[in-house]
């Protein structure tokens, strides 16, 4: 089975501190960057669940919703997010980036974490439907969203 399959895809940026920063400051990213890749491709990672949900099963105009992770981005990067991305018709994808951060991610217990990655998950389905609808993209995103919730708990 191919990963070319899976209607959802996952992607990490870990944003490095200032060259100037101190040793502790660039330490700390690269394990909190490295912590996060575990609760994504870990032995309990969420996208081995996502991998359950194909995409041929939910339409033909949709072949990836690739979900961008950006751990602790910069305030200038997050300036240049955009809520959810246009959809790529060539590719017939779209992205949704999730700014993961210490609120909302490293000050959390486990359980708060994965709650964290299931929340953001499913709230972002909501603008990936406004997509599909405005765009008229054959994908049926109710099925989606409850298949998604089933995988996811």
Same mark, same amino acid.
């Given at each position: 089975?191919?990963?070319?399959?899976? @209607?959802?895809?996952?992607?990490?940026?870990?944003? #490095?501190?200032?060259?100037?920063?101190? #040793?502790?400051?660039?330490?700390?990213?690269?394990?909190?960057?490295? $912590?996060?890749?575990?609760?994504?491709?870990?032995?309990?990672?969420?996208?081995?669940?996502?991998?359950?949900?194909?995409?041929?099963?939910?339409?033909?105009?949709?072949?990836?919703? $690739?979900?961008?992770?950006?751990?602790?981005?910069?305030? =200038? &990067?997050?300036?240049?997010?955009?809520? @959810?991305?246009?959809?790529?018709?060539?590719?017939?994808? =779209?992205?949704?980036? =999730?700014?993961?951060?210490?609120?909302?991610?490293?000050?959390?217990?486990?359980? &708060?974490?994965?709650?964290?990655?299931?929340?953001? =998950?499913?709230?972002?389905?909501?603008? $990936?439907?406004?997509?599909?609808?405005?765009?008229?993209?054959?994908?049926?995103?109710?099925?989606?969203?409850?298949?998604?919730?089933?995988?996811?708990?």
């Amino acid at each position: 089975m191919s990963d070319t399959e899976n @209607i959802f895809g996952c992607f990490v940026s870990a944003t #490095q501190p200032y060259p100037d920063a101190n #040793q502790e400051t660039k330490d700390l990213a690269l394990e909190q960057g490295r $912590l996060f890749r575990s609760y994504i491709w870990g032995d309990k990672g969420i996208c081995d669940t996502l991998k359950k949900l194909k995409h041929e099963d939910y339409g033909k105009d949709l072949k990836l919703a $690739l979900l961008q992770f950006y751990v602790n981005p910069l305030s =200038i &990067e997050i300036q240049n997010l955009k809520e @959810i991305e246009p959809y790529r018709a060539k590719e017939k994808a =779209i992205g949704i980036p =999730i700014i993961v951060d210490n609120e909302n991610f490293f000050s959390k217990s486990e359980e &708060e974490r994965y709650r964290f990655l299931k929340q953001s =998950i499913l709230q972002k389905l909501d603008l $990936l439907s406004e997509v599909v609808k405005k765009k008229n993209l054959d994908t049926k995103m109710d099925l989606l969203k409850v298949d998604l919730q089933k995988v996811l708990s």
